[in-house]
């Protein structure tokens, strides 16, 4: 199997087990923050079935094709099985609105997804974890 990065396994498990905790003990107000800023960005960028299509080639840093614009509920055992789209902004700067000619702006990689998929690849965790 490929583990190149299983040394920091632990340190990434704590990690996650803290930003999702915080994520999932927050109090509807930031839930609703979250959802008013996904709107606005979907109301230019959107709907997000086109954000997925546009993405839909997308090579990882490790050449692996995935693509970032994945629902992702994480109470779901399978946190895929969802509609819940992730907050833009956990992956992107926001730019400028109105938008300006020559925003550089800065792309946006999958550190959020590697949370759970802490190897830093999308094969199934059963292909490394046995139940
Ligand atoms: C008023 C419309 C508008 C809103 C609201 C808006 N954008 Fe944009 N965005 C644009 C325009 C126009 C561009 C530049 C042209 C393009 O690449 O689509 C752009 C560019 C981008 C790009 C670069 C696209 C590329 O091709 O590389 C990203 C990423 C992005 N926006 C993310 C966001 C995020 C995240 C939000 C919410 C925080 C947001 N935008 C809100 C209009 C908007
Ligand atoms: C898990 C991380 C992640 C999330 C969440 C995310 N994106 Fe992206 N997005 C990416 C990556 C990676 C790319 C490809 C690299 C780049 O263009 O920055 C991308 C590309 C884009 C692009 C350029 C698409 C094109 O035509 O090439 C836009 C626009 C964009 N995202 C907007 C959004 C908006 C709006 C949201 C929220 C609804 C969002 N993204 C949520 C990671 C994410
Ligand atoms: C809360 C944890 C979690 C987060 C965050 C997460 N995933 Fe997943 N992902 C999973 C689990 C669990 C599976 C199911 C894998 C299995 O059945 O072995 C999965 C499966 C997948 C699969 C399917 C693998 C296959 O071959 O069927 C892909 C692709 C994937 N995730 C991509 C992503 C991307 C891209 C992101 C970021 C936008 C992301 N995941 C964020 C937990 C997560
Ligand atoms: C490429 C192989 C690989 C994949 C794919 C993989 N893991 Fe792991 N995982 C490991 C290794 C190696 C460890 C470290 C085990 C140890 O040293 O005790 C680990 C540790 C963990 C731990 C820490 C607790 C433990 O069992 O030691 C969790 C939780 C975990 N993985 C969840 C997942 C989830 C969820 C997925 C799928 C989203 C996944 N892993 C995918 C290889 C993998």
Same mark, same amino acid.
């Not at 994480?74 to 509609?83: E, G, L, W």
């Given at each position: 199997m490929k583990c190149h990065k299983s040394k920091y396994v632990l340190f990434l498990m704590l990690l996650a087990a803290v930003t999702l905790s915080l994520g999932l003990t927050s109090g509807t107000s930031r839930a609703d923050d979250e959802a008013a800023v996904i709107e606005e960005c979907l109301s230019c960028h959107g709907p997000f079935e086109d954000l997925m299509e546009a993405t839909k080639d997308y090579q990882d840093e490790w050449g692996e094709k995935v693509n970032p614009h994945m629902y992702v509920d994480? %109470?779901?055992?399978?946190?895929?099985?969802? %509609?819940k789209i992730v907050p833009c902004i956990k992956c992107h700067e926001a730019h400028p609105v109105p938008p300006e000619g020559d925003m550089a702006i800065k792309k946006a990689n999958l550190k959020y997804c590697y949370n759970c998929h802490h190897d830093e690849t999308f094969e199934l965790c059963s292909n490394c974890h046995k139940e």
């Open positions: 994480i %109470t779901q055992k399978n946190p895929h099985q969802s %509609t």
